[in-house]
């Protein structure tokens, strides 16, 4: 199965302040560079990032996310240290950019075979 990846986008208002929830689901992963995009406000702050990898019948046994405003940046997050479940739930790591996509990449550390299916949520608050 090819690469794919698929986003959701959902929204909630907590404090006068919009939190956008996304979880992205990836499948058929086979490289530590296959990347996924997603539509997020200009101006906020990650509150949380969660990375699950279930492996497939490749290589892969962890993930090492990173999230940035560029193809080949990793300017907003970086989670540190590869893991079955990459989870930082407080995160809080603020962001100004000047365009609303922002890119990810679960860094699946197999490369070999299908490496299997990676669910990620991410959640950023709207705002300075």
Do not use: C
């Not at 690469?3 to 909630?12: D, G, I, K, L, S």
């Not at 893991?83 to 930082?88: D, H, I, M, Q």
Request: zero cysteines.
């Amino acid at each position: 199965m090819p690469y794919a990846a698929t986003v959701t986008r959902t929204r909630r208002s907590a404090r006068q302040t919009r939190v956008w929830t996304y979880t992205v689901t990836e499948t058929g992963v086979t490289l530590a560079t296959d990347e996924f995009s997603i539509e997020a406000p200009r101006h906020g702050r990650v509150e949380s990032y969660r990375s699950v990898l279930t492996p497939g019948d490749g290589t892969a046994t962890t993930v090492d996310p990173e999230l940035g405003t560029a193809t080949t940046t990793k300017d907003i997050y970086e989670h540190g240290a590869a893991a079955a479940t990459a989870s930082n739930q407080a995160v809080a790591t603020r962001y100004d950019a000047t365009v609303s996509t922002l890119y990810g990449r679960s860094g699946a550390n197999g490369t070999t075979g299908t490496t299997g299916n990676i669910v990620t949520t991410i959640v950023i608050s709207e705002g300075y």
